[in-house]
Every structure is written in C-alpha cells, then in structure tokens.
C-alpha cells in the first residue's frame, strides 16, 4: 500500500500531524508566550511534553524569557561573548534567575537539617552587589549576585542567607584565572545546582573578600560559596538578626544602591513569605 493510500485510509492520523505541526511551529510558540508575559511555570509545562518541545525550549524559548524577564542584566551578561552564548545555556541561566537552589552542610558550612529548594516568588540582581564578592585582582570582572533568601533552621540559630549569582564572559575572567594560577582543586562533593558542573570553593581558595560578609549581613568566616566552569555562583551563609532600626537603615542604603547600577527588572508580582525554608522573606524584584 502506497503511502497516499495510507492517508487517505487513515485521516485522523493525518489530522494529528497537522496538529503537531502547529504546535511546534516556533512562530506560535512565540506569540502564545508573549500573550501570556513568558509565565515561567506555562515554560517548564511546555518543556516537559516531549524531547521536541523540550529541543525547542532550550534553543529558543528560554533565551526569551530571560530576555523578557531581566533585559538589562541580559544585555550586559551578552556584551562581548562570542554569538551572545551563555555560559551553561540559557535554560540554566533562566533556572538560576528563578530558582533558589537550597542548601545542605559542606565542609566549611554545617547545618543541622538542609534547606530545600524552591521558585524563587521575586528576586532582585545586582552588580553593585557583585562586586563585593570580587577581591582586589578580579575587580574588573562582571558579575551579578542575588540578595540572600532567608530560610529559618533552628528555634536556636541564625536564618540562613542563600544566594546566587552570574559572571559574565568567566572563561576570561580575573577570577577563573586566579583559579587556575593557584592550581585549586575542584570541590569533589558539590555539582552546581544550575548545570551540573563541578565547582571550586571560593572559601577553600580563599578568595572570600570581608565586603562579601558585609553585604549579605552576615559576619566574616560564617559564609561560603561556589564557583563553576560555566560562571554559576551559588552560596550560603549565617545572616545576622536585624533590630527595627537596622533594618530602616538598610532600606535606605538599598535604595542608594539602586542608583548606583543595580539591576531591576520585573519578575512574578506576588511575594512569598519563608515558612519551612519554603520561600523569600524578603520582597526582592528583578
């Protein structure tokens, strides 16, 4: 039996082509997303269907939302790098920006019970911010890092700060060349949580700057982050309980900060409150 013959004997199946056809066709994608504002969990739905949707996600879909959801962190993040690749690609950039990884001990870093992971209801990224976590040599690197989110451990401890951020271009960065001139190891019991790569303790390697403690409102030796091949930073730390007027005063020295080249884009309008290290206390936007 010829193939024509097979159509005509079997129409349905002709139909569901055709469907699937519409479905994946990239330009409808496109307009669907863009009517619904790239709904991040619509995006992850999508993804999940089958291999290509999934294909066409990490190709396209998720470039655009990071584009759509933080245009000038973005845009600086591109400048420069070789046909505006990411680092780890895009669906890994899109899940760091929305995605608060948790937390578990590490050899600098013990806790009682780990804290998991969770979408991030908004975040805010900043540069300024970033470059606290730079020592002297590798001031001229770019790097965006998140405000801590705050999940509670122990009636008895400290809130536990988790953050995130992103180097730009890191294979030539400062940073990953000290890396290499000091001949640190790779850390042999953490992955990053973002694209699965190994990563270096920047505590073992001890280029932790005093700013790093003092920006995430923690106090020196009570902190630790990693580093991956791709630029990913993800780390913990012990924040320092905040009396009414402290918090006043941080407040106006964010806002200060702002004006100074952070990075504000629009996320998901709704707050969360951290209830069992399941969301932010804080009400960060990016």
Not at 69 to 87: C, D, E, F, Q, Y
Not at 95 to 115: A, D, H
Not at 125 to 132: C, L, N, Q
Not at 249 to 259: A, F, L, R
């Given at each position: 039996?010829?193939?024509a013959?097979?159509?005509?004997?079997?129409?349905?199946?002709?139909?569901?082509?055709?469907?699937?056809?519409?479905?994946?066709?990239?330009?409808?994608?496109?307009?669907?997303?863009?009517?619904?504002k790239?709904d991040?969990?619509?995006?992850?739905?999508?993804?999940?269907?089958?291999?290509?949707l999934?294909?066409?996600?990490?190709?396209?879909l998720?470039?655009?939302?990071?584009?759509?959801?933080?245009?000038?962190?973005?845009?600086?993040?591109?400048?420069?790098?070789?046909?505006?690749?990411?680092?780890?690609?895009?669906?890994?950039?899109?899940?760091?920006?929305?995605?608060?990884?948790?937390?578990?001990?590490?050899?600098?870093?013990?806790?009682?019970?780990?804290?998991?992971?969770?979408f991030?209801?908004?975040?805010?990224?900043?540069?300024?911010?970033?470059?606290?976590?730079?020592?002297?040599?590798?001031?001229?690197?770019?790097?965006?890092?998140?405000?801590?989110?705050?999940?509670?451990?122990?009636?008895?401890?400290?809130?536990?700060?988790?953050?995130?951020?992103?180097?730009?271009?890191?294979?030539?960065?400062?940073?990953?060349?000290?890396?290499?001139?000091?001949?640190?190891?790779?850390?042999?019991?953490?992955?990053?949580?973002?694209?699965?790569?190994?990563?270096?303790?920047?505590?073992?390697?001890?280029?932790?700057?005093k700013?790093?403690?003092?920006?995430?409102?923690?106090?020196?030796?009570?902190?630790?982050?990693?580093?991956?091949?791709?630029?990913?930073?993800?780390?913990?730390?012990?924040l320092?309980?905040?009396?009414?007027?402290?918090?006043?005063c941080?407040?106006?020295?964010?806002?200060?900060?702002?004006?100074?080249?952070?990075?504000?884009?629009?996320?998901?309008?709704?707050?969360?409150?951290?209830?069992?290290?399941?969301?932010?206390?804080?009400?960060?936007?990016?």
């Amino acid at each position: 039996m010829s193939a024509a013959q097979r159509r005509r004997l079997n129409p349905l199946s002709q139909e569901n082509e055709s469907d699937d056809s519409g479905i994946l066709n990239e330009c409808v994608l496109l307009l669907v997303f863009e009517s619904i504002k790239w709904d991040l969990q619509v995006l992850c739905l999508t993804a999940s269907v089958n291999r290509k949707l999934r294909a066409i996600a990490k190709r396209l879909l998720w470039r655009k939302l990071c584009v759509y959801r933080a245009p000038r962190m973005v845009s600086a993040l591109v400048n420069g790098s070789p046909n505006g690749r990411i680092g780890g690609g895009w669906d890994a950039l899109a899940k760091l920006m929305f995605f608060c990884c948790g937390c578990e001990s590490t050899r600098n870093f013990k806790l009682s019970r780990p804290s998991p992971g969770h979408f991030a209801g908004a975040s805010r990224f900043s540069k300024t911010s970033g470059r606290s976590f730079l020592t002297k040599k590798c001031r001229a690197d770019l790097l965006f890092v998140s405000d801590p989110c705050e999940h509670p451990v122990g009636d008895k401890e400290d809130d536990v700060g988790i953050y995130r951020g992103v180097f730009r271009g890191f294979l030539r960065s400062n940073t990953r060349a000290c890396l290499i001139g000091r001949q640190v190891a790779f850390d042999d019991r953490v992955r990053c949580p973002y694209c699965g790569t190994r990563v270096w303790s920047m505590t073992a390697a001890r280029l932790v700057p005093k700013s790093a403690a003092r920006r995430l409102g923690s106090r020196d030796g009570r902190l630790e982050y990693f580093v991956c091949v791709n630029g990913h930073l993800h780390g913990t730390c012990w924040l320092v309980p905040l009396s009414s007027d402290e918090e006043n005063c941080e407040e106006v020295e964010e806002e200060g900060d702002e004006e100074g080249g952070d990075f504000n884009g629009e996320a998901y309008k709704k707050h969360e409150k951290v209830t069992n290290g399941t969301g932010s206390r804080r009400s960060l936007m990016f």
